[in-house]
């Protein structure tokens, strides 16, 4: 992902290299999966509740145009290669690829293309690697989605965000509705997976229109489904809008009850959950590069913005197209700054982000944290896991101990996934 707003952080060495804890700890992280992120900050237009870094211009500066932004992204593959050769590590390649953006899409089919199989040059995909690229319905035919195939994808993730005019004029979303199943169709008969962002609790939504989005979105049988709330992010054009008063503010309730409704809808049309936004047909159709981020993996973030993380550390690169690429230009690190995670980041990550996923949190493993004894932090007890099955926000039969998991799970029931940031508090060291 790549929010607009960039943390504080230390500065990143002209060549990038890793500060020494990094490279001791990674060798012992060459068996956890590796992805790519790849940004492309373009779109056509900027809808008024995204705050994602990306830009409308088609020249952004030297390095920074439609065109010559390939060859910049590029450009950082092959710097993280040299980073990554120097640093000794056992090479690792890649098992998730993700092009997001913006809009990946309004780069020819063929400029992915390109940076996907340079990609693979360098670093080598693992056996059934999943390689997605975001799309807008737009801007996906039968021979682009028949191009990106032929790369290498095996995924495209289509901004579907509502099937209703209205919602998606709020939206400022002027892609085509009916596009949406065309996109569909070509992306299948490509051979490519799908999945289908939408959004709810759109200001003036009904929930009978977010009724007929889900309907419509499962009529073309998508493999998965992400469903967000809506969030109005500070400086947007739609939080303008809010404070203004010409448009109504976000009804927690009413996202409350448009997530129940697609948990009815979603599980009934044969999807279950497995991350709180996040539905699929089967394991086998979820998102493994975005489990990644849940589970404490490794991932390189190419292009402007965007975050990586190796072995506890994070980093971002400059934000500004024109900045990334004047920095890679100068044989220089993108990067703009670093932080290493501290032990009390680290466990409250943990526990926040085995929450939201159908696995839960395995208790005993959490208290046996090493991070947790660092910050003399309170394990989890049973007395407390008992409290929140009374609550009805965890799930009694995964809480209870096992074989397998002998302090139990922590799996958020429907309620809890209403209120996961409540049960993070309530279990927080
Ligand atoms: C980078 S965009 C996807 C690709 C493409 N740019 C598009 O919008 O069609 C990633 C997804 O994040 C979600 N998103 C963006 N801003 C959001 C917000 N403020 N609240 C909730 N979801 C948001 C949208 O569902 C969007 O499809
Ligand atoms: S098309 Fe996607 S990335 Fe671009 S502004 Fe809209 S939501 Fe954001």
Redesign the pocket.
Same mark, same amino acid.
């Given at each position: 992902m790549s929010p607009s707003a960039l943390p504080l952080g230390d500065p990143l060495p002209a060549d990038g290299s890793f500060p020494q804890e990094v490279l001791d700890a990674l060798p012992g992280r060459a068996q956890k999966p590796f992805g790519l992120y790849v940004h492309i900050p373009f #779109?056509s237009v900027r #809808?008024g509740? #995204?705050?994602?870094n990306t830009y409308t211009s088609e020249d952004l500066g030297p390095g920074a145009s439609r065109q010559s932004y390939p060859d910049t992204l590029i450009g950082e593959l092959e710097f993280a290669r040299g980073v990554l050769d120097r640093s000794g590590a056992p090479e690792r390649p890649f098992s998730t690829v993700f092009f @997001? @953006? @913006?809009?990946p899409t309004l780069l020819p089919a063929e400029d992915l293309s390109r940076i996907l199989i340079r990609a693979r040059e360098l670093f080598g995909f693992a056996e059934g690697a999943e390689i997605t690229t975001?799309?807008?319905p737009d801007t996906v035919t039968p021979e682009s989605a028949r191009v990106l195939a032929e790369a290498g994808f095996t995924r495209i993730? /289509? @901004?579907m965000?509502s099937a209703v005019p209205e919602v998606l004029a709020t939206l400022d979303r002027t892609h085509d509705r009916l596009n949406v199943p065309r996109a569909v169709e070509a992306a299948r008969a490509a051979g490519l997976e799908v999945s289908l962002? /939408? *959004?709810h609790g759109t200001p003036g939504e009904t929930l009978q229109d977010w009724r007929r989005s889900l309907e419509e979105a499962v009529a073309m049988a998508p493999d998965h489904i992400?469903a967000?709330? /809506? *969030?109005?992010?500070e400086g947007t054009a739609m939080a303008a809008q809010i404070r203004r008063g010409t448009l109504p503010d976000i009804d927690p309730d009413d996202q409350a009850d448009k997530y129940l409704l697609t948990e009815e809808l979603l599980s009934a049309a044969g999807y279950r959950w497995y991350e709180v936004s996040n539905y699929s047909t089967s394991e086998k159709t979820r998102s493994d590069h975005n489990l990644n981020y849940w589970l404490d993996s490794d991932w390189w973030g190419a292009g402007p913005g965007a975050h990586s993380h190796m072995a506890g550390m994070r980093w971002w690169n400059a934000k500004h197209p024109a900045a990334y690429a004047q920095r890679l230009h100068a044989g220089t690190t993108p990067g703009h700054g670093r932080e290493i995670l501290d032990a009390e980041a680290k466990v409250l990550e943990h526990l926040m982000l085995r929450l939201r996923i159908c696995e839960g949190l395995d208790v005993a493993a959490y208290n046996a944290m090493e991070e947790l004894q660092e910050i003399q932090g309170e394990p989890i007890t049973a007395g407390e896991l008992r409290r929140l099955v009374g609550d009805g926000l965890i799930e009694e039969v995964a809480a209870a101990p096992s074989a397998e998991h002998p302090g139990g799970r922590a799996v958020l029931t429907l309620k809890g996934r209403l209120l996961a940031d409540a049960v993070t508090r309530r279990l927080a060291p």
């Open positions: #779109c #809808c509740y #995204c705050d994602f @997001g @953006g @913006g809009t975001e799309a807008n993730s /289509l @901004g965000q962002d /939408l *959004i992400s967000y709330s /809506l *969030i109005v992010e």
